[in-house]
């Protein structure tokens, strides 16, 4: 695995020292900003995430992977979305928040955010469950 290296924001000269964020900093406030975006269902999740998931700690981060290249910040997301909505729509959508999002907090220049769409989501069909009748049984009944 590559070392991750923390990325110095600039700053005006007025300041008396510097600051770093760490790359999964970023990946945090990316993934917070996806799960915002309406038709957006879930994040893709490693075995790892999954795992933490159950003792309870939430993974902001997961689906989301940053990688620089010659001091150029690139975002890659990897998303499930609800049946039924436009995925240019979302994608782009996605796209702008995530820029938003890192440009006021941070004050990076994003170059490039890459939607993955892993999957579609249908949604789940409402059933009509009788707390009275469980099985079924009373229409029979009353046939007999």
């Known amino acids: ?47 790892g995430n999954q795992v933490s998931e159950l003792f309870g700690r939430v993974e902001h981060g997961k689906g989301v992977k940053v ?30 928040h995530i820029k938003s999002q890192i440009s006021a907090m941070t004050d990076l220049t994003v170059a490039e955010i890459n939607i993955h769409v892993e999957g579609i989501v249908p949604q789940k069909a409402d059933q009509q469950l009788d707390p009275n009748n469980l099985f079924g049984d009373d229409e029979e009944e009353k046939g007999e």
């Open 1 to 47: 695995m590559a070392e991750e290296t923390n990325i110095t924001l600039a700053n005006d000269g007025k300041v008396l020292g510097h600051t770093e964020v760490n790359p999964s900093v970023l990946e945090v406030i990316a993934g917070i900003a996806a799960s915002e975006i309406d038709g957006v269902i879930k994040m893709q999740s490693s075995i």
């Open 67 to 96: 990688s620089m290249n010659d001091d150029v910040i690139i975002f890659d997301v990897y998303v499930y979305l609800e049946y039924g909505v436009s995925v240019p729509k979302v994608s782009l959508k996605l796209q702008e």
